[in-house]
């Protein structure tokens, strides 16, 4: 029940977005971590409310790639992202600061406070080494996903990320692989 309120949730905050004309980038990260044999998934939908300001909603799943993995596990987020050109309009700077819930069989339902950062360096027109994080500190925790790698963009409206992709907890580090579809409105 949860999952349908969410997609249906994120359904209506796209609609939306669209609806009002503004830019809006959605981009999904699909990986695995091969030491402990899992995969995830992380959805964003960003929408610029203004040239530096932007609001995202994220949606991951870890140890599956369905709506929630293994064990019913997902997280749902929200996140003010400050975006920044720097360089003449060569380096992208993304900022975000938000919060989330990530539920699963195991643990009750808890919420973060989440940071996120994105860079982007326009090498060429048609490569960008890119690089970045999502940190989730709970009470007595955090979790970061991490990533780095090369952007190609495909059109105008579309780029393919191939990345390294990292896990990092209280119980250590896991590295991995990844790649990452870009969609801009």
């Known amino acids: 029940m949860?999952?349908?309120?969410?997609?249906?949730?994120?359904?209506i905050f796209a609609s939306v977005s669209i609806s009002l004309a503004g830019p809006l980038t959605?981009?999904?990260?699909?990986?695995?971590?091969?030491?402990?044999?899992?995969?995830?998934?992380?959805?964003?939908?960003?929408?610029?409310l203004?040239?530096?300001?932007?609001?995202?909603?994220?949606?991951?799943?870890?140890?599956?790639?369905?709506?929630?993995?293994?064990?019913n596990n997902y997280r749902i987020g929200l996140q003010g992202v400050n975006k920044s050109m720097l360089l003449d309009n060569k380096l992208f700077l993304d900022l975000a600061a938000g919060g989330s819930y990530s539920s699963s069989d195991l643990e009750v339902g808890a919420m973060s406070f989440d940071l996120g950062l994105d860079v982007k360096y326009r090498l060429f027109d048609w490569l960008l080494p890119v690089a970045g994080a999502d940190m989730q500190i709970f009470t007595d925790s955090y979790f970061m996903n991490y990533?780095?790698?090369?952007?190609?963009?495909?059109?105008?409206?579309?780029?393919?990320?191939?990345?390294?992709?990292?896990?990092?907890?209280?119980?250590?580090?896991?590295?991995?692989?990844?790649?990452?579809i870009n969609l801009y409105f």
């Not at 949860?2 to 359904?11: E, G, H, P, Q």
């Not at 040239?51 to 140890?63: E, K, M, P, Q, T």
């Not at 790698?149 to 590295?175: E, R």
């Open 26 to 48: 959605i981009d999904t990260r699909l990986g695995v971590i091969p030491d402990v044999g899992m995969t995830f998934r992380v959805s964003r939908i960003d929408y610029e």
């Open 147 to 180: 990533y780095g790698g090369l952007s190609f963009p495909i059109y105008n409206w579309v780029a393919l990320d191939l990345l390294y992709s990292a896990v990092l907890t209280n119980n250590g580090n896991k590295i991995g692989a990844a790649a990452r």
């Open 2 to 11: 949860k999952a349908k309120l969410l997609v249906i949730s994120i359904l």
């Open 50 to 71: 203004t040239s530096d300001l932007s609001g995202r909603i994220v949606y991951s799943v870890l140890d599956g790639m369905g709506l929630t993995g293994n064990l």
